[in-house]
Every structure is written in C-alpha cells, then in structure tokens.
C-alpha cells in the first residue's frame, strides 16, 4: 500500500503544466525491498511496465527501464520514456498499469486520473467546461496494509552506573594442581662391601643332540621309512615299502546340458574322474591346505561359432573373485598357479556371446576342470 501510494503522488506531480504542453509520459516511484524487508540499496534492477485494457490480458503499451536503486532502496521512472503512448486512447477503455521487478510480478493497479490528463491534447477543447454538483461521497476505503518496518534508529546514550552489589559467597576450592617435576637425583653412595659367595646352582638340562654324520647313500624308493637310533652300532636302515598316494587333486567334467549364454554362471561338472583327498564336491574345489595349486580348465560350447569367456574364481567361500580370466573362439583353455589358504574354493565360470546357446557338449569331455597341489 505503501508503494501505491508513492506511485499516486508521482503521477499527480506529473500533471504540473499538462495545458500548456502535454507529455506522453508520467512518473513512477518506488522503494524496492527483499523478501525479509530489507532494503535493495543501490542495486541494479530491470523494471518491465505493462499498460493493459480492462481485460488484464491485452497490452496497449510495453516498456522497459534498467535502473539503480539508492541508499534507501528507491527508483524513479518516467513511464513513456521507452516508448511511445500517444497510440493510446483514453477515453476507449479503462487501463490498468501492471509492475514487472526482475521478472517477479509486483502488482496490478488500475490507471486513475495522471495519465487521462494526456487526452486533453485531442479532446477537441482546452477550455475547463462548467463545475459540475458535488457528487456523493464515497464510502471509506478499507484500511491499508501495515507499512514496512522503519529502520532502526540510533542507540540510546549508556545510562548511570548502578550501585555496587554485596560481596558474594567464597567459591569452593579449586581443585589440586598437578605434581610439581621431579627433582635432581641425588649424589651417588659409598660402595659397599662384596658379599659372600651363593650357593652352586643346580645343573642345567642335557644340551640337543649334535648332527648325524653323513651317512650311505640308499635307494629311493616309494614311502620310505626311517628305523633305529642312528648310532655306530644302530645305523639307520631306509626301505621302501607300500601305502596310500600323497597326492592331492581332483578332476571332473561336464555330462549335463547347462545353457551358459551371454550372462557370467558357474560352469556344472557333473562326473568326477579322480578326487585324492575328497575335497571336489558341488562343482567346486576346497584347499585342504595352504599352499600352491595348479588349475586348468577347458569349456567347450556345442552351438558354434561363437566365443566363449572363462574365468578362474577363487577364494573364502561366498566371497570368491576373479583370478584368471581368457577369451576364445570355439573352445576356451585357461590354465594358471594360484597360491590358496586352506578352506579357499575355486570355481570355473564362463559367458557366451549368444543367449540362446547350449552349453557343453552332453556326455563328453570336452569340458572338464582339474587341479593338483604342488
């Protein structure tokens, strides 16, 4: 309300002379404020003015201004500097003038008595007709709306120093401060005299036997083993004699049709040929124990062409990740020495370029996996 009323007194300021020569122009001011009421203080602004008819919709004149606010925030405009009104008939409608502040909508308000003094020009006559009978009085506006608050003004000068209050209560004790630094050793005392001799101590264990001496050579033979107390009298004797294999590995093969297509899938073996030391189930090997294992592995696809990856998988069980990996037209071999800790698994897997191929070859072995430890 503030604004409008700003706007009302510049554009009846405007009118001074319009008889003896009419402007196609009137003035607009404003104070210009942020969302929170402060003010926009010499900042640049481009305001957009809109002259519309009855409808609100259709414009009779545009313009627009690039300004800069003062230190109180207001700009002062001439409405028809930037364009050109005299197109404008006055007495064809009712016109509104609408508000554009950097391409936020301030308001809508409608045209009064400022720029309709612009049609005296062509009226017809510049002689004022007779005073015509006070009309009725109009009823009383409603109220306008709280003004924006005043800045603040200046602080009060300090006043008188009060008296000085009672003396307070003694704090309680502080607490104890940490212990000083240690001081300077002392002087170093006499020496004393030499005591007596203690008693011999008991006698300590028997030291480990020495190395044996180099003895024949014997010969090798399977699961050799080692008798007698290896003395001059008691030589060792190493014969070779039967018992089980210590090898540890396993092979098998694919006897199942498995679909294997463009998505990475565990490859399946069904028939085992060998297995020393049972450690081969659910198409998987576990590391019995720590150490270096061969793996090899070939996957052959029955839908051909086509290229085939395979990857060597190994590690803690439900964790494992890619070790080896190779890409081929066909049939794919991938072989590799992987270092294992006790209870790792190792997998095979591979992925076709076509999704709608066949896996091995059923009944055959030309996909097979095995695995020894070194």
């Given at each position: 309300?503030k604004?409008?009323?700003l706007v009302?007194?510049a554009i009846l300021?405007?009118?001074?002379g319009?008889?003896?020569?009419?402007?196609?122009?009137?003035?607009?001011?404003?104070?210009?404020?942020?969302a929170?009421g402060?003010i926009?203080?010499?900042e640049?602004v481009t305001?957009?003015?809109?002259?519309?008819?009855?409808?609100l919709?259709?414009?009779v004149?545009?313009?627009?201004?690039?300004?800069?606010t003062t230190?109180?925030g207001?700009i002062?405009?001439?409405i028809?500097?930037q364009?050109d009104?005299?197109p404008i008939d006055w007495?064809a409608?009712?016109?509104?003038?609408e508000?554009?502040v950097n391409?936020?909508?301030?308001?809508?308000?409608?045209?009064?008595?400022?720029?309709y003094?612009?049609?005296?020009?062509?009226s017809?006559?510049?002689i004022?007709?007779?005073?015509g009978?006070q009309?009725i009085?109009?009823?009383?506006?409603?109220?306008?709306?709280?003004?924006?608050q005043?800045?603040?003004g200046?602080?009060?000068?300090?006043?008188d120093?009060?008296a000085?209050g009672?003396?307070?209560?003694?704090?309680?004790?502080g607490?104890?401060?940490?212990?000083?630094?240690t001081g300077?050793?002392?002087?170093t005392?006499?020496t004393?005299?030499?005591?007596a001799t203690?008693?011999?101590?008991?006698?300590?264990?028997?030291g480990?036997?020495g190395?044996?001496?180099v003895?024949g050579?014997?010969q090798?033979?399977?699961?050799?083993?080692?008798?007698g107390?290896?003395t001059?009298?008691?030589p060792?004797?190493?014969?070779?004699?039967?018992?089980?294999?210590s090898?540890?590995?396993a092979r098998?093969?694919?006897t199942?049709?498995?679909?294997i297509d463009?998505?990475?899938?565990q490859?399946?073996?069904?028939t085992?040929?060998?297995?020393?030391?049972?450690?081969?189930?659910n198409?998987e090997?576990?590391?019995p124990?720590?150490?270096?294992?061969?793996?090899?592995?070939?996957?052959?696809?029955?839908?051909?062409?086509?290229s085939i990856?395979?990857a060597?998988?190994?590690?803690p069980?439900?964790?494992?990740?890619?070790?080896?990996?190779?890409f081929?037209?066909?049939s794919t071999?991938?072989?590799d020495?992987?270092?294992?800790d006790?209870?790792?698994?190792?997998?095979?897997?591979?992925?076709?370029?076509?999704?709608?191929?066949?896996?091995?070859?059923?009944?055959?072995t030309?996909?097979?996996?095995?695995?020894?430890?070194?």
């Amino acid at each position: 309300m503030k604004k409008l009323s700003l706007v009302l007194l510049a554009i009846l300021f405007a009118v001074t002379g319009v008889l003896a020569q009419t402007p196609n122009e009137f003035k607009y001011q404003a104070v210009l404020r942020n969302a929170d009421g402060t003010i926009m203080a010499e900042e640049s602004v481009t305001v957009n003015i809109s002259i519309l008819q009855s409808d609100l919709v259709t414009s009779v004149f545009d313009e627009a201004h690039t300004v800069t606010t003062t230190a109180q925030g207001l700009i002062n405009l001439n409405i028809g500097s930037q364009g050109d009104m005299s197109p404008i008939d006055w007495s064809a409608n009712t016109y509104f003038i609408e508000i554009t502040v950097n391409g936020t909508l301030m308001g809508t308000s409608q045209l009064l008595s400022v720029p309709y003094a612009l049609y005296a020009e062509t009226s017809g006559s510049s002689i004022p007709g007779p005073q015509g009978e006070q009309g009725i009085q109009g009823e009383t506006g409603a109220d306008g709306a709280q003004g924006v608050q005043g800045a603040t003004g200046p602080a009060g000068s300090d006043g008188d120093d009060g008296a000085t209050g009672a003396t307070g209560a003694a704090g309680a004790t502080g607490a104890t401060g940490p212990a000083g630094a240690t001081g300077p050793a002392g002087a170093t005392g006499a020496t004393g005299a030499t005591g007596a001799t203690g008693a011999t101590g008991a006698t300590g264990p028997t030291g480990a036997d020495g190395v044996d001496g180099v003895g024949g050579v014997t010969q090798a033979g399977t699961n050799v083993t080692v008798t007698g107390a290896g003395t001059g009298g008691d030589p060792y004797i190493v014969s070779a004699t039967s018992g089980g294999s210590s090898f540890v590995g396993a092979r098998a093969y694919n006897t199942v049709a498995q679909d294997i297509d463009i998505a990475l899938e565990q490859v399946e073996f069904g028939t085992e040929h060998f297995d020393e030391g049972n450690n081969f189930a659910n198409d998987e090997f576990t590391a019995p124990t720590t150490g270096y294992y061969r793996v090899s592995a070939n996957v052959e696809m029955d839908y051909a062409p086509g290229s085939i990856f395979v990857a060597i998988y190994a590690g803690p069980s439900g964790s494992t990740t890619k070790r080896a990996e190779r890409f081929n037209d066909g049939s794919t071999f991938i072989s590799d020495i992987l270092y294992l800790d006790a209870g790792d698994v190792v997998q095979i897997w591979a992925s076709f370029e076509y999704s709608a191929a066949d896996a091995t070859e059923v009944g055959s072995t030309h996909t097979w996996f095995t695995i020894e430890k070194l």
